[in-house]
């Protein structure tokens, strides 16, 4: 079983822990969250209405309502809401304690969709891309990102981050969970959503706080990830609602 329960108790360890994993979230999220907004500004503009599904504390959705959309987000998790909300500098964003199985929002609300680091947390995640799309205006976009269900995934993603992360929760990731791209693909297409571009997106393995956080095991402030081609572990991507 996935364990989702420690985001409950993370706190604002969501943004200042780092002995725990949520940092490497944090650094992920310094690389997509601007190509996220990028993306949506050169696509739709920096008004677009915008729902972040599975949004946590807001690592993406504050900075998305600080670059001037109009921002949703929703979570299962009551204390993690609580914590976006406090760190939530325009106090703008709308955040809702919700299913991402059963969105309350009525069809075709939203011009850009968000589920980043979910569709691995859940059982049904074609339920919660089918939601996704419902929700989603036509030519609207849905982003996401997400793990490949590899070898190389497995290692990395899970071992790895066992092994050289301090508090790492037992199971936080589930190998079994992971979603190879093609399935992805196909729940894409399923709901008329057409794939635009997806990237390959890991650590600078190169950089020396990897390193570091080997003989540390904390994850260094400056602990960067970067995009790349190859899909073997993370990937990330957009498609536009049809």
């Known amino acids: 079983m ?28 310094a690389l997509r969250a601007p190509w996220v907004i990028a993306t949506l500004v050169k696509k739709i503009g920096n008004k677009a209405k915008v729902l972040d599904i599975g949004c ?16 949703t987000g929703i979570d299962i998790s009551k204390a993690s809401l609580q914590i976006a909300t406090q760190f939530d ?7 809702a304690q919700a299913d991402a199985y059963e969105l309350p929002f009525e069809e ?42 590899t070898f190389l995934s497995y290692l990395m993603v899970i071992k790895g981050v066992e092994w050289f992360v301090k508090n790492t929760p037992k199971n936080m990731h589930v190998y079994d ?4 791209p093609n399935d992805l693909k196909r729940w894409c297409t399923r709901q008329k959503l057409q794939i635009e571009e997806i990237l390959g997106l890991r ?11 080997l003989l540390t095991r904390k994850v260094p ?22």
């Open 2 to 29: 996935i364990n989702n329960e420690f985001y409950h108790t993370l706190d604002v360890g969501w943004y200042q822990a780092f002995d725990h994993p949520v940092a490497l979230l944090r650094a992920e999220n």
């Open 177 to 180: 969970l992971f979603i190879p």
């Open 203 to 213: 650590p600078k393995i190169l950089h020396p706080s990897f390193w570091k956080m």
């Open 89 to 95: 500098k325009t106090n703008s964003v709308r955040y």
């Open 56 to 71: 946590g504390a807001g690592l993406l959705t504050n900075p998305m309502a600080k670059a001037g959309f109009d921002v």
């Open 221 to 242: 402030e400056n602990f960067t990830f970067t995009f790349c081609k190859n899909l073997s572990t993370g990937y990330i991507g957009y498609c536009t609602k049809l």
């Open 108 to 149: 075709q609300t939203f011009e850009g969709v968000t589920a980043m680091d979910l569709l691995e947390h859940v059982e049904k995640p074609e339920k919660v891309v089918r939601e996704a799309a419902r929700v989603l205006k036509p030519g609207g976009l849905f982003f996401f990102h997400t793990f490949n269900r």
